[in-house]
């Protein structure tokens, strides 16, 4: 069973969705004048943007709201997301991309990362403009953009499926496995035990809801990235004469001119994107489940916001983790993959706390995914059905027996079932904006517009797109 979904991956992978990311990312990166360079300023200026709150004003509700609720900050939004992007992928996804498609597959993230943040813009402002009422917030996503943009109940409904079964089920039983493997190996502990720890502490937080979720994030988010950050940046201050190495590493190895721990170009390529894809999220469709709950004044912001996210993913975590394995040789050793080869390379950098240090970045990096990826099966599980006991039947396999599974499954197994949704997951969503792009562009163009003529705070009213006034639930 394992070797014939790798056999079908490698299919998928190898000829249609590298080119139709790749490709897409371009389209949008040049349809946007380059947003996600050109925007980098305002993205960081809309950290601090607060949720807009809705008031009586002369007779007036604030604009971006449609009802009193508790809401989400464009920060709290961006730390959801960037909860389930900084996990296992930048610390196992990116080792064992190196370890099969060698130095170069660094290159490819990196690559996937600047072009596909333009399409990360694309899908969460649109998940900001078709967004609905909840009961206690905003939610929106994919589902919602295609059902209400595209109107083909189907496919919304397909796609719903799809990122339950990837993001909710097989997602989560990835990061139980790297944060199993990670204590096992630096401090002996059994795998059962410590997947029942983590179910049990991933059921309280996620029967608390979209708030205790965004809650927990917004302190742990930042805590590990920027520790894991702070050690990489000592690590290679350590090591700074073989920068140099490093990078001329990386681009020979990314055309196939120097082949180093196996693997030709089309592996190299294929391992970058798929792990690329895997850690950054951005065309996968899951990062604007979580944007479109955000309380903001134009939907262009969590568009803004998501862009950097990507960017905080792959060009700074992922980048910290390739620079320590590249940096230690460890790649090469062909028993080495996944944690395992991350936590031996802070090993021959920094002395026994190095497996220490990953065990507990991993947990914090992994668990936090777990929570987040909870988050987008229940957005589209709610857009299926409203029924509560499927609700519950869904919390409890999310984040109890999929986590337990995670645990006691084999490494190869939680990685080919993840790439298998992953992949029709994608190619769902990348149909979906290219066909609705466009709207995002003149939701582009309208921002930019209200900034030129000095509009600190752009708002966006339902009435500036009038063919769709009667598919836009919120923006009165």
Known sequence: MNELITTVNDAIWGYVLIFALVGCGLWFTWRTRFVQFRMVSEMLRLLTDSAVDTVKEEGREEVGNCGRRKHISSFQAFAVSVATRVGTGNLAGVATAIAIGGPGAVFWMWVIALVGSATAFVESTLAQLFK????????????????????????????????????????????????????????????????????????????????????????????????????????????????PHVMKLIVLNAFGMEQIAGGGIGATIMNGVKRGLF???????????????????????????????????????????????????????????????????????????????????????????????????????????????????????????????????????????????????????LVAIVLLGRYAFRLLDDYRRQKRQGVKEPTFHRNQLPELQNELECWE
């Open 132 to 243: 609905q009422k909840h009961e206690d917030s905003f939610i929106g996503g994919p589902a919602y953009y295609i059902q209400r943009g595209l109107h083909q109940r189907w496919m919304a409904v397909t796609f719903a499926v799809l990122i339950t079964c990837q993001f909710g089920l097989s997602n989560n039983s990835i990061q139980a496995n790297t944060i199993c493997g990670a204590m096992q190996e630096a401090f002996g502990c059994s795998p059962e035990w410590v997947g029942v720890a983590l179910a049990a502490l991933a059921l309280f937080i996620v029967f608390g809801g979209i708030q205790r979720i965004a809650h927990v994030s917004s302190v742990l988010v930042p805590i590990m990235a920027i520790g894991y950050v702070i050690l990489a940046l000592v690590v290679i201050a350590m090591n700074i004469e073989l920068i």
């Open 279 to 429: 850690s950054n999220e951005a065309g996968e469709g899951s990062a604007p489940n979580v944007a479109a709950t955000a309380a903001v004044s134009h939907p262009v912001k969590q568009g803004l916001i998501q862009a950097l996210g990507v960017f905080t993913d792959t060009l700074l975590v992922c980048s910290c983790t390739a620079f320590i394995i590249l940096i230690s040789g460890l790649y090469t050793v062909p028993e080495l993959n996944g944690i395992a080869l991350t936590q031996s390379a802070l090993q021959s950098e920094v002395g026994a706390a190095g497996p220490v240090f990953v065990a507990i970045a991993i947990f914090l990096f992994a668990f936090s995914s777990i929570i987040g990826n909870y988050y987008y099966g229940e957005a589209n599980i709610r857009f299926i059905t409203p029924n509560a006991t499927v609700m519950t039947i869904y919390r409890v396999c999310s984040a109890g027996v999929m986590v337990l599974f995670g645990a006691v499954a084999k490494f190869e197994l939680v990685w080919n079932i993840v790439d298998f949704f992953m992949a029709f997951l994608t190619a769902c969503n």
